[in-house]
């Protein structure tokens, strides 16, 4: 059994049990013998199923999003999206299978981190089902609840024994048996881009199709012709949201030198105003840190750094951090180079465009990343210029379920969500028949 924390509060929310190797083959041979009978639901009645299983997550959203406070410590505002977006993701996936021909990929693994729960969930096993494929799918040890809920809720919607099922372990045990076992013919990992590497490198000896979804460490390119007003007060969410928990965090702040001073001057008191409270609040803007180990990894980062300023965070029990600005002295400094994945943002000024797009992409990683100007001709050569996977213009949106989302460079392989996800739990099969008598 694994006890689950309440990062909030550092107390013990549940036990869940940790499968080990028997009972995760005994998951992989379900799904395999479920994959004989799914492939053969007519498209229509697989639709309406997944339909139905978008229904039960709606009908729940409230219980699911509380559950996701309680085990992740995120905002209840940003838990009943996600919750939301399980059930957008289901019914946008449930159009496909009247629109597909019959091409799967048999048995799918899906490995989530501890940083989204439910959102990466659902992009893995809501177009893998679309697909006609089944599906294992093992969550994060830190947050397994509202995981093992969705496999419930999947089966009271009328989704079969065996073609979605949650298998709770460790990622060294459940997760690498998908990545082992011959029957799981797909892996979808999201989490640390030096675990998907080691993940790639396993599925290799299979030729195993796999989906990475990595690190990230973004730019935030403010020019001086920007809406300087809007973009300062936006750029806290755009890296403090989830406490900075977020592979699209945009966690480098690039800003022309000539408002330079100018910029941080209004971002000191949004960053002072940002929130940070009981994420059962409807008031909180940011909840805690995942764990007692991560909140000393984020500290790491601020040790000797310049701190530029920082915002509150409660004292007392659970994993709290502040929104915290810190000055880059150089572009070689860990904390401008490395994902931090805490409420730290990073800032450095550039000269004009061209080094605004070489600091950007100074980076081994390039999953997402703003621009703020007026000139549109600007942000569309600095569009072309940086190299990531999604990129917004005088916004922070990265993710919207019916467009592409993925990285670039060490940031992963392949894309979810959109259209795109469902060609990537297919295969392409071409038959000859001869019509000789
Ligand atoms: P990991 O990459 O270790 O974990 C992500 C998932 O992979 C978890 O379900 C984990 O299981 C599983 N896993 C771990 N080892 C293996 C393995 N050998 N084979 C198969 N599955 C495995 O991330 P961490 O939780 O350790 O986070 C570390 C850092 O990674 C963060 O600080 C952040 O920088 C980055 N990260 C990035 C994410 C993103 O969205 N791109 C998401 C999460 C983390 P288990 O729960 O048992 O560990």
């Given amino acids: 059994m694994t006890d689950v924390i309440n990062p909030a509060t550092g107390t013990v929310l549940a036990s869940v049990p940790s499968l080990g190797l028997a009972e995760t083959d005994a998951a992989i041979e379900r799904a395999q013998q479920a994959f004989g ?50 059930r957008d993701v289901l019914n946008y996936y449930a159009g496909a ?68 099922t949650v298998v709770p372990g460790a990622g060294s045990v459940v997760g690498q048996r998908f990545v082992t076992h011959p029957a799981v013919r797909k892996v979808c990992f999201t989490g640390s881009t030096g675990v998907g ?49 977020d592979c699209c965090a945009r966690s480098r702040l690039l800003v022309q030198d000539s408002v330079y001073d100018r910029f941080l001057a209004l971002l000191e008191p949004a ?46 029990d659970g994993w709290w951090f502040p929104p915290t600005v810190l000055l880059a002295r150089s572009t070689g400094d860990r904390h401008w180079r490395e994902e931090v994945f805490g409420p730290v943002l990073s800032v450095l000024p550039f000269r004009d465009e061209a080094e605004a797009i070489a600091l950007a992409n100074d980076t081994e990683y390039g999953l997402s990343g703003s621009i703020w100007t007026r000139d549109l001709g600007q942000a569309l050569r600095v569009s072309r ?35 795109d996800a469902l060609h990537s739990f297919t295969d392409v099969k071409n038959v000859f028949i001869s019509t000789d008598s």
């Fill in 385 to 419: 210029g940086v190299e990531t996977g999604a990129l917004s213009v005088n916004s922070h949106s990265s993710v919207r379920y019916w467009t592409p989302f993925g990285g670039m460079k060490q940031s992963g392989l392949g894309r979810e969500l959109g259209p």
């Fill in 97 to 164: 299978p009247e629109r597909m021909s019959g091409r799967q990929i048999p048995v799918v693994g899906i490995i989530v981190p501890w940083n989204f729960p439910m959102p990466i969930a659902g992009w893995g096993f809501a177009p893998a089902l679309a697909a006609g494929n089944t599906v294992v799918l093992k969550p994060a040890e830190l947050t397994p609840l509202t995981a093992i809920r969705l496999g419930e809720l999947a089966l009271e919607a009328g989704i079969p024994e065996g073609v979605f």
């Fill in 197 to 245: 590497k080691a993940i790639m490198a396993g599925c290799a000896d299979q030729v195993k199709r796999v989906t990475l979804e990595l690190g990230g460490k973004s730019a935030n390119i403010v020019f001086a012709d920007a809406d300087l007003e809007k973009a300062a007060a936006a750029a806290p969410a755009s890296v403090f949201d989830n406490a900075g928990q």
């Fill in 37 to 86: 009978s799914w492939r053969q639901v007519a498209p229509g009645d697989r639709a309406r199923l997944l339909r139905r299983f978008a229904t039960a997550v709606d009908d729940h959203l409230a219980e699911l999003a509380e559950l996701e406070v309680r085990n992740a410590g995120h905002t209840i505002g940003n838990a009943r999206w996600e919750a939301g977006n399980v």
């Fill in 271 to 316: 960053v002072k105003a940002f929130r940070v409270e009981d994420p059962a609040l409807a008031t909180a803007e940011m909840g805690p840190l995942i764990s007692a180990a991560h909140r000393t990894s984020v500290a790491s980062y601020v040790g000797d750094a310049e701190v530029a300023f920082a915002g509150e965070a409660p004292n007392g």
